[in-house]
């Protein structure tokens, strides 16, 4: 497998640190955390194998069910700072808990809107694929020479 960066540094080792990076992102992806801006950030490189219009958007359309699924779980607030680590985080905690009743319904709304209008698009198109196949094949009748 061949690495994106080279470290060039003495003293280094750089399988150590290509280890440490691999296992962080591995747990990242493991608890979701590394696929919040995967549809977007992603999508180009993804898309690029792609040939035509029809593929790119069937892509898409796969994609946005999953996208349209927001995780409005609770997280676990850390600190990230030693001296002011515990205060911060129990500030932050507290504050949570008085905007999460407020916020809750608000997400959850937002999370069954995007479900919604991802599942109406998927079908738009499927209805319009058939459509367009209907026209094409009246079309083809039509054209074809009596006998």
């Not at 029809?54 to 996208?67: I, N, S, W």
């Amino acid at each position: 497998m061949d690495d994106i960066f080279r470290i060039d540094t003495p003293g280094v080792n750089v399988d150590e640190v290509m280890a440490e990076i691999r296992r962080r992102a591995e747990e990242k992806r493991k608890t979701g955390a590394s696929n919040r801006g995967r549809l977007f950030a992603l999508a180009h490189l993804e898309t690029a194998n792609l040939k035509t219009s029809d593929e790119v958007l069937d892509y898409y359309l796969k994609t946005l069910v999953a996208a349209s699924e927001i995780d409005i779980t609770d997280f676990e607030i850390e600190s990230k700072t030693p001296f002011f680590g515990r205060p911060v985080v129990w500030l932050k905690k507290i504050i949570w808990k008085l905007l999460k009743f407020y916020t809750y319904r608000l997400f959850s709304q937002q999370k069954d809107y995007n479900a919604r209008v991802a599942l109406i698009l998927q079908g738009m198109d499927r209805r319009y694929s058939r459509r367009l196949e209907e026209l094409e094949k009246r079309l083809e009748s039509r054209d074809e020479p009596e006998p």
